[in-house]
């Protein structure tokens, strides 16, 4: 399940403003990732529409790690 973590900090770090402020949390045994960004990078993570986001949980479901593992962005 780091794998599927790392992933996503990475994928997220590449398009925000503020990489520090990135925290990806594994909860629910592994079956669920809630990312934390910076508020002002919140919109760049969600995208129009939710088009960044699930681009982010399209790439985490094809990879082998994060299959089963949902990605919930939380405030």
Known sequence: MADAKELVEFLTKAIVSN?????????DDGEMIELE??????GRVIGRQGRVAKAL????????HGRDT?????D
């Open 19 to 27: 990489p520090d402020d990135i925290r990806a949390n594994v909860v």
């Open 57 to 64: 949980r399209t790439v985490l479901g094809a990879s082998r």
């Open 37 to 42: 960004t910076a508020d002002e990078d919140r």
């Open 70 to 74: 949902k990605l919930e962005i939380v």
